[in-house]
């Protein structure tokens, strides 16, 4: 399904002529990738075992940065090794593109949160936002992040200054 309907955007078919059935990022991540290498299965597929290769380093670097080396070597480890994304690498599916994109949103949230900013927190709000166009079941994340932030920065900034940090994020 996500081929054909990357064929019919790489064709020029931006829209199609029904409501998208899926999240429409994957698609269209497809197209591009068709766009700079022809509509060639083995050129995703290898796209995506570099975008697999990427999910690992940020699973390490989101441990590192809430935890110590071991446990984000240990991370890291545990994420090339696991059988499931290995094979989902192979195959044409949403969770090629969902998994580094909650991990860069997951990034940018915790960045976000040791040094609040209006700017870093409606990045992390772009990343999350761009989750939710790969599979639209992510916006209950962004609430999650929405409440994480009015509590974690409960001592540290004011009501008014926590919901601004929350609009900016939402943006």
């Avoid at 829209?15 to 899926?22: S, T």
């Avoid at 580094?100 to 700017?119: D, I, M, W, Y």
């Avoid at 409606?122 to 761009?130: E, R």
Wanted: hydrophobic fraction near 60%.
């Amino acid at each position: 399904m996500y081929h054909l309907w990357a064929l019919e955007i790489h064709g020029g078919d931006w829209l199609g002529d029904r409501v998208f059935l899926n999240g429409p990022l994957y698609p269209y991540f497809l197209a591009g990738i068709y766009g700079v290498a022809g509509p060639s299965l083995l050129a995703a597929k290898a796209v995506q075992c570099v975008v697999g290769a990427l999910s690992c380093v940020l699973v390490w670097a989101l441990a590192r940065r809430l935890f110590d080396r071991r446990v984000a070597f240990l991370a890291g480890a545990i994420t090339a090794a696991y059988e499931m994304l290995v094979f989902y690498e192979g195959t044409l599916v949403v969770a090629n593109v969902q998994v580094p994109l909650t991990l860069l949103s997951l990034l940018f949230v915790v960045q976000a949160l040791e040094r609040p900013g209006a700017g870093r927190f409606a990045l992390a709000g772009a990343w999350v936002g761009l989750s939710v166009l790969a599979r639209p079941n992510a916006l209950l994340f962004a609430a999650l992040i929405a409440g994480w932030t009015l509590v974690a920065l409960r001592g540290e900034a004011p009501i008014a200054r926590r919901l601004a940090l929350v609009g900016a994020f939402a943006a």
